[in-house]
């Protein structure tokens, strides 16, 4: 089912993946045709390593829908060149629209996204101690720092937000145990929400499809960060259970959303 919000349909973000994946490079139109075709309109496609950053430019060239972001993602760092940070940099100038992403916890390309006011997605894994020193140090992004797919104690959620952070949740938060789950929901504020797919490497496996809404559960409700203290809920047209609270922009914020067919 889609979600639909004032007859129309609830535009979706899939705020990370990495569609220039050459094992999906044979279908990968098709799969952005069905992904747009279903209600995404944007995707935050993240580089990995200076040999994909070319061909997630021409992605942004010819996909309006795609974000490009370039960095260099932990996985890649044994291998990277001598001159990959100047070729980072130099990337990062010459599309403007483009993103830091995605980067080990480590301070210079942090600092590079910083100093450019570029949104950085960030690979955090058991590094939440790091990421809290350097940014005390750093101080705050002001045009965010995404958390891809979040998984870190609920306890680090408003530390990180105060720096500029959004909290973006893949299919392996369904891992998680639901006590555990809820707490970390319950310290996100609404207008600091993401969903990624994290595709092709998502799980579990699933299309924007799977998607849909459930009953607000009350427990879960967080007060957000501050900026959305005059948002009121609405009820979903067609869908009387279901409550969608809209920023002071009047755009829609994702409320509570869940993925199907686990
Ligand atoms: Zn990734």
Same mark, same amino acid.
């Given at each position: 089912?889609?979600?639909?919000?004032?007859?129309?349909?609830?535009?979706?973000?899939?705020?990370?993946?990495?569609?220039?994946?050459?094992?999906?490079?044979?279908?990968?139109?098709?799969?952005?045709?069905?992904?747009?075709?279903?209600?995404?309109?944007?995707?935050?496609?993240?580089?990995?390593?200076?040999?994909?950053?070319?061909?997630?430019?021409?992605?942004?060239?010819?996909?309006?829908?795609?974000?490009?972001?370039?960095?260099?993602?932990?996985?890649? @760092? /044994?291998?990277?060149?001598?001159?990959? +940070?100047?070729? &980072? !940099?130099?990337? %990062?100038?010459?599309?403007? $629209?483009?993103?830091?992403?995605?980067?080990?916890?480590?301070?210079?390309?942090?600092?590079?996204?910083?100093?450019?006011?570029?949104? @950085? /997605?960030?690979?955090?894994?058991?590094? +939440?101690?790091? &990421? !809290?020193?350097? %940014?005390?140090?750093?101080? $705050?992004?002001?045009?965010?720092?995404?958390?891809?797919?979040?998984?870190?104690?609920?306890?680090?959620?408003?530390?990180?937000?105060?720096?500029?952070?959004?909290?973006?949740?893949?299919?392996?938060?369904?891992?998680?145990?639901?006590?555990?789950?809820?707490?970390?929901?319950?310290?996100?504020?609404?207008?600091?929400?993401?969903?990624?797919?994290?595709?092709?490497?998502?799980?579990?496996?699933?299309?924007?499809?799977?998607?849909?809404?459930?009953?607000?559960?009350?427990?879960?409700?967080?007060?957000?960060?501050?900026?959305?203290?005059?948002?009121?809920?609405?009820?979903?047209?067609?869908?009387?259970?279901?409550?969608?609270?809209?920023?002071?922009?009047?755009?829609?914020?994702?409320?509570?959303?869940?993925?199907?067919?686990?």
């Amino acid at each position: 089912m889609q979600a639909m919000v004032g007859g129309g349909r609830l535009p979706l973000f899939d705020a990370h993946c990495h569609l220039q994946d050459p094992r999906i490079a044979h279908c990968m139109p098709h799969l952005l045709t069905a992904a747009v075709e279903a209600g995404v309109r944007w995707f935050a496609v993240n580089g990995t390593s200076e040999q994909d950053w070319d061909v997630v430019r021409k992605m942004g060239d010819t996909y309006p829908t795609v974000i490009p972001c370039f960095g260099l993602h932990p996985w890649y @760092v /044994a291998n990277r060149s001598p001159s990959w +940070f100047s070729t &980072l !940099q130099s990337k %990062l100038e010459a599309v403007p $629209t483009a993103a830091v992403g995605e980067v080990e916890v480590l301070k210079k390309q942090l600092q590079l996204a910083q100093t450019l006011q570029r949104p @950085v /997605a960030v690979h955090c894994v058991n590094a +939440f101690g790091s &990421l !809290q020193d350097i %940014l005390q140090e750093m101080g $705050t992004f002001p045009a965010g720092i995404i958390m891809h797919s979040y998984s870190g104690p609920a306890e680090m959620v408003r530390m990180l937000a105060k720096y500029g952070a959004y909290f973006s949740f893949s299919g392996f938060f369904t891992s998680m145990k639901v006590e555990k789950a809820k707490q970390v929901l319950l310290q996100v504020p609404l207008d600091r929400i993401l969903l990624e797919t994290d595709a092709p490497d998502a799980f579990p496996r699933l299309d924007p499809s799977n998607l849909y809404w459930v009953p607000e559960d009350h427990a879960s409700s967080s007060k957000g960060s501050g900026d959305n203290s005059n948002a009121e809920d609405h009820a979903i047209e067609g869908l009387p259970n279901l409550n969608v609270q809209h920023n002071q922009a009047g755009a829609p914020i994702i409320h509570l959303v869940t993925i199907g067919n686990v």
